[in-house]
């Protein structure tokens, strides 16, 4: 019975000592957990709000595509093989451009920013095929994020053969207004489609102010650009490319006024591409006459109902040479 009582107090003895090593150790890490909850930042990470979600870093795809390797001499020189081979005997055998007006850009001088209307995917293969050198080897063209820099392999295919850089059209962001001018003040000219997307209807729709404020910012000028009869070889919302001709009609380059707002100059520029459009489809005395009494007629097209709008978008009937005519899109 003694040897039972000593072996019975033994493990007692080392149970109790078991356990308050255990109380201990318990009040150590609570110890421990507080100092470190009390001590969590600078040392760590602060915890986020209730609420909102941590970005992890992902693929930078849509306005954090990063396009410099594409302004690369390698990158430069298969862009301007692709332009001048391809995809001008693309072109020519889709659009039979027909390029006016070329010599009023005889006095420009450097980096400009050429702005077009748009109804077409084809817009772009086309002013890339018609703006005369040496503008045309140095020119990056201002894509919407949201669509040609959706993933990598479209963000790629885009910077490398057209040259294009993300723009958000959906806000108003500092990121792609700053990279836009770097590659202005780099020396490279923009092209640009203020419309900020093809037309949905065939008719133009009002211009958004990015082409005015950067040619204010980096003190470059504008060259207003219309583009006729793309549409009607490929629309948007359609995958068939039918043959037909095309008209690229150079305006005279603009400069904002000292002190004019980015909105009145914007305003500007919408005008000289509307009266362009006039002149393409009219002459260009008539179209001088309409601009002068500011009459000319709106790339929007006609402020009427939906279906008069289409009437005078397809409408074929001959008119008197007086009469204002919208231009073919």
């Not at 419309?195 to 958004?208: A, C, K, T, V, Y």
Request: hydrophobic share 40%; glycine share 10%; net charge positive.
């Amino acid at each position: 019975m003694s040897l039972n009582r000593r072996a019975a107090d033994l493990l007692g003895r080392r149970a109790t000592k078991l356990m308050a090593r255990s109380v201990a150790g318990r009040k150590v890490q609570r110890r421990i957990n507080s100092m470190t909850a009390k001590t969590r930042f600078p040392l760590r990470a602060p915890r986020a709000p209730y609420g909102i979600d941590v970005r992890t870093d992902g693929p930078k795809v849509g306005a954090d595509f990063s396009t410099d390797w594409a302004r690369s001499p390698q990158a430069k020189a298969a862009r301007i093989a692709m332009v001048e081979t391809v995809m001008r005997a693309a072109v020519a055998g889709i659009a039979s451009p027909n390029r006016v007006n070329i010599d009023r850009l005889a006095d420009l001088d450097g980096p400009a920013i050429f702005v077009a209307n748009h109804h077409s995917h084809l817009d772009t293969s086309l002013l890339l095929t018609s703006i005369p050198l040496p503008w045309r080897h140095e020119m990056v063209v201002a894509a919407a994020s949201d669509y040609f820099f959706r993933n990598r392999v479209t963000g790629a295919l885009a910077a490398l053969t057209i040259g294009a850089i993300p723009i958000e059209r959906a806000k108003v962001g500092r990121s792609s207004a700053n990279l836009a001018a770097d590659v202005i003040d780099d020396g490279y000219s923009l092209l640009i489609f203020p419309e900020g997307g093809r037309s949905r209807d065939g008719w133009g729709q009002p211009f958004r102010g990015g082409a005015a404020y950067l040619s204010a910012r980096c003190n470059a000028p504008v060259v207003p650009v219309y583009v006729g009869g793309s549409g009607r070889i490929w629309r948007k919302g359609s995958s068939k490319i039918r043959r037909g001709s095309t008209v690229i009609n150079f305006g005279k380059p603009i400069w904002p006024g000292e002190g004019e707002s980015s909105r009145s100059f914007n305003k500007r520029i919408e005008a000289a591409v509307s009266v362009l459009g006039d002149e393409t489809t009219a002459d260009w005395y008539t179209a001088r006459k309409r601009a002068y009494s500011g009459a000319s007629p709106a790339l929007g097209g006609p402020n009427a109902g939906s279906w008069r709008r289409q009437w005078a978008l397809g409408s074929t009937r001959k008119r008197k040479s007086t009469e204002p005519r919208w231009p073919k899109v």
